[in-house]
C-alpha cells in the first residue's frame, strides 16, 4: 500500500509540472493496476465475496430443480425407487402394467422433490446472512465446495423440517384407483416384509416411507447442484458474474 501511494504522489507532481501524458507512461511502466488487484483482501470483501457467491449458487440451483423436470430430467439429481427396493422393481417390471405403476412411482417422487425446492430459498438467506469473519476465512481457504459444506451444516435440519411435509403431501396425491405412491410403497414394503418371515426367508426391506427416502434424495440433489455452482465460481472466471467475485476469488 505504500509503494502505491509514493507512486501516486510522485505521479501526481509529475502530472502538474510535465503533462499527464507523462503520467500515463509512469502509470503503466508502475503496473500501478496489478499493485491495486494484489493488495490483500478485507474483512469485509472476504464476507461479502462468499455471500455473493452462496447466493448465485443457491438462487440458480433452486430455481433450476424447484421447475418441472427440474429433478427428472437431470440424470445427476434424478430420484429413483430406494436402492432396497430393487428386488421388488425387477419384479413388479414383470406383472401386466406393472411397468407403468413403476414409471408412475419414480415421476411422483421426483415431482415431489421439485414441489419441495423452492422451501430451501429463505432457509439459504438465512444462513448466508448469519456467516462471520471467522467463517467466511475458512471457507475461502478451504476446498472448492467448502462453501457448500458450511452451508449444509448449517441449514440441514431446518430444510429437512420444512421439505418432509411438502414431500409428502405431494406423494399422498392419488396415482392409480385412488392410491397414492406413498401408500402403494409401504404397503409393498410391508407385505415384501411379511413374506419374509421377519427375515428367516430373505432380507427384509427396513425402510417402508417413501417419503422418509425422497426427502433425503431431494436434499443431497440439492446440495450436489449447489456445490456445482460453487466449483464453477472458484474455478471458472466466466462464473464470476460481479466485480466482488472477480475480487475475491481472482485473488
Do not use: W
Not at 411397468?99 to 425446492?117: F, G, P, Q, V, W
Not at 411435509?165 to 392409480?176: E, G, M, N, Y
Not at 427396513?206 to 460453487?230: C, P
Amino acid at each position: 500500500m505504500k509503494k502505491i501511494v509514493a507512486v501516486l504522489r510522485i505521479s501526481l507532481l509529475i502530472c502538474l509540472f510535465s503533462g499527464c501524458d507523462t503520467l500515463q507512461k509512469i502509470a503503466k511502466d508502475a503496473n500501478l493496476p496489478d499493485l491495486l488487484k494484489n493488495t490483500p483482501l478485507t474483512n469485509e470483501e472476504v464476507i461479502r465475496g462468499l455471500r455473493t457467491a452462496l447466493s448465485v449458487g443457491t438462487d440458480t440451483s433452486v430455481n433450476i430443480l424447484g421447475k418441472t423436470n427440474g429433478y427428472f430430467s437431470d440424470a445427476l439429481v434424478r430420484l429413483a425407487l430406494p436402492p432396497e427396493a430393487q428386488n421388488l422393481v425387477n419384479n413388479l417390471s414383470k406383472i401386466p402394467g406393472g411397468s407403468k405403476l413403476l414409471s408412475d412411482a419414480i415421476l411422483a417422487i421426483n415431482r415431489a422433490a421439485e414441489d419441495a425446492a423452492p422451501q430451501a430459498k429463505q432457509i439459504f438467506v438465512n444462513a448466508i446472512t448469519g456467516m462471520s469473519i471467522a467463517d467466511g476465512f475458512q471457507i475461502l481457504k478451504g476446498s472448492n465446495t467448502a462453501a457448500t459444506e458450511y452451508l449444509k451444516t448449517k441449514t440441514i435440519q431446518e430444510l429437512m423440517n420444512a421439505f418432509t411435509p411438502r414431500i409428502k403431501t405431494s406423494l399422498s396425491k392419488p396415482l392409480v384407483l385412488g392410491v397414492s405412491a406413498e401408500t402403494a410403497y409401504t404397503q409393498l414394503i410391508d407385505g415384501y416384509n411379511k413374506a419374509s418371515l421377519n427375515g428367516v426367508l430373505f432380507e427384509p426391506i427396513k425402510q417402508n416411507s417413501l417419503s422418509a427416502y425422497t426427502t433425503q434424495k431431494a436434499l443431497d440433489g440439492l446440495f450436489i447442484k449447489v456445490a456445482d455452482e460453487e466449483r464453477k465460481i472458484r474455478q471458472d472466471p466466466m462464473h464470476r458474474i460481479s466485480e466482488i467475485l472477480r475480487r475475491v476469488f481472482g485473488s
